[in-house]
């Protein structure tokens, strides 16, 4: 029942749709081997789905997020920040195209946007969970938009130029 929510969830997470099948089955195992400690109180869906985050951290933590964070950090070029992106633009994309996008952040940058955007963390609560500043934590929801504008961007123009050229 779950099965495509959270594998929706972890694909946001993985470098690659391999890894998020992985994430997908190690949280599943946590669920049912930690189904004991769910209190009900709240959904049980909303509880399931904190332990697919909480485990896709995991894994980030695991493969040097940290280091990812500080060589992206420093090579990326500042954006800016008045690009816009035609919403015609992100409806024509199907969901692979748009994981395929997120994936190609940034470990880190993709990390902080997801907690922000997808998972409703606040700044405070992200620069907890990563050990990170607060404006650290805002930076790489700043240069996530940004980057996934370009790419977005990028992207539908390569549909048109493509389009064109069938005709």
Known sequence: MYY??????????????QDAEQLLNDGFLKIFTQAEQYKN???????MQRIMVNTCLDYLRGTSLKE??????NSIPAEESNISVNNDAIESMDFRELVKIIQSLPAMTRTVFNLFVFDGYNHKEISEQLTISEGTSSWHVHQARNMLQKRIKNSDHQKVTYEAKRI
Do not use: D, I
Request: with cysteine; aromatic share 14%; charged share 15%.
């Open 68 to 73: 990812e964070m500080h060589m992206h950090s």
């Open 41 to 47: 109180t709240g959904s049980f869906g909303g509880w």
């Open 4 to 17: 495509s929510t959270f594998l929706k969830v972890c694909a946001r997470y993985a470098k690659s749709m």
